[in-house]
């Protein structure tokens, strides 16, 4: 049986329910409060800013591919370049902390990036819509894989029983 005290001070706040009022957690439970969800304005802004970033994302690699002249086209079809397969990989790194993924996953996206151009220009087959294919196809190929590993850990074994 679990027991609580009441710590109301001189205006602070009551925790009769056990949780700590600087961060909401409870410390029965063994969590630090680094597993909640966001919730209120910060979920918000982190949904926009993904929608933001798809956007352009989207926008950069369309006016690539279609080859259409706009001053537009460089900064986006750049942040699609990098943003994509950094999407990618951090969707398969999730064992890291959020930093740790971040960095890692940039890192990886450059190096994809360097490596695709370095065997385009190697094999004479350079083109810019061929380097958006191909690592269009990179971090397809790699979300698809990690929906498939994410769907293949979800499904019950038969092996215990």
Not at 146 to 158: E, K, L, T
């Amino acid at each position: 049986m679990q027991t609580s005290r009441s710590t109301t001070g001189p205006g602070g706040p009551d925790t009769t329910d056990g949780t700590d009022p600087a961060d909401g957690t409870d410390p029965a439970d063994g969590t630090d409060g680094a597993e909640r969800t966001r919730s209120g304005p910060a979920r918000d802004l982190t949904a926009l800013l993904a929608g933001a970033a798809t956007a352009a994302g989207a926008l950069g690699a369309l006016l690539a591919f279609t080859g259409q002249e706009s001053p537009l086209r460089g900064p986006f079809a750049l942040f699609f370049l990098i943003a994509a397969p950094a999407a990618a990989i951090a969707a398969a790194l999730t064992g890291l902390e959020p930093l740790g993924r971040a960095v890692a996953a940039l890192a990886g996206a450059m190096a994809v990036d360097l490596l695709v151009a370095q065997v385009m220009l190697a094999t004479r087959h350079w083109s810019v819509r061929g380097g958006l294919v191909a690592v269009t196809a990179f971090s397809a190929l790699v979300l698809l894989l990690v929906a498939a590993r994410r769907a293949h850990d979800r499904r019950p074994s038969g092996r215990g029983r």
